[in-house]
């Protein structure tokens, strides 16, 4: 096909907001990456104990945890670098799984308000970009 060929399928223009996202999304895959390397720095004993203790003597929730967070980071940020709605999916999951353990299970996991904080506040641009997205592509 050519780009004269009347059937040839068109994609819509992108706008700034659909940038901005991107740009976003792929900003979101890096620090992503850095909390899954994080995990597994803490899993191989090259961080210093985090608030679970030594990975080999960690409680069982904590153990659980660590490894469910360092397998589900890496892969969301890979998703979300290649920019695939499944990314996408697994980092909103990430983000309220980690929400989840510091706010509803706090007595077991503790209080993480920096960490609460991060994920909301990137939820929250990320719901506003997408609106954004959407609307600037309704006009």
């Given at each position: 096909?050519?780009?004269?060929?009347?059937?040839?399928?068109?994609?819509?223009?992108?706008?700034?907001?659909?940038?901005?996202?991107?740009?976003?999304?792929?900003?979101?895959?890096?620090?992503?990456?850095?909390?899954?390397?994080?995990?597994?720095?803490?899993?191989?004993?090259?961080?210093?104990?985090?608030?679970?203790?030594?990975?080999?003597?960690?409680?069982?929730?904590?153990?659980?945890?660590?490894?469910?967070?360092?397998?589900?980071?890496?892969?969301?940020?890979?998703?979300?670098?290649?920019?695939?709605?499944?990314?996408?999916?697994?980092?909103?999951?990430?983000?309220?799984?980690?929400?989840?353990?510091?706010?509803?299970?706090?007595?077991?996991?503790?209080?993480?308000?920096?960490?609460?904080?991060?994920?909301?506040?990137?939820?929250?641009?990320?719901?506003?970009?997408?609106?954004?997205a959407?609307r600037?592509?309704?006009?």
């Amino acid at each position: 096909m050519t780009s004269k060929d009347v059937m040839a399928p068109q994609a819509p223009p992108r706008t700034r907001a659909d940038i901005l996202l991107d740009q976003y999304v792929v900003a979101l895959s890096v620090v992503m990456l850095l909390f899954g390397l994080r995990q597994w720095a803490i899993i191989l004993g090259a961080l210093p104990p985090g608030p679970g203790g030594p990975f080999d003597q960690m409680s069982e929730p904590w153990f659980v945890v660590t490894v469910h967070m360092a397998v589900v980071d890496l892969i969301a940020a890979v998703g979300l670098w290649l920019r695939v709605a499944g990314g996408k999916v697994l980092w909103i999951y990430s983000a309220l799984f980690e929400v989840a353990l510091h706010t509803i299970f706090v007595r077991t996991f503790g209080p993480d308000v920096a960490v609460v904080g991060f994920h909301l506040a990137t939820l929250v641009v990320f719901v506003a970009l997408t609106i954004l997205a959407w609307r600037q592509h309704r006009n």
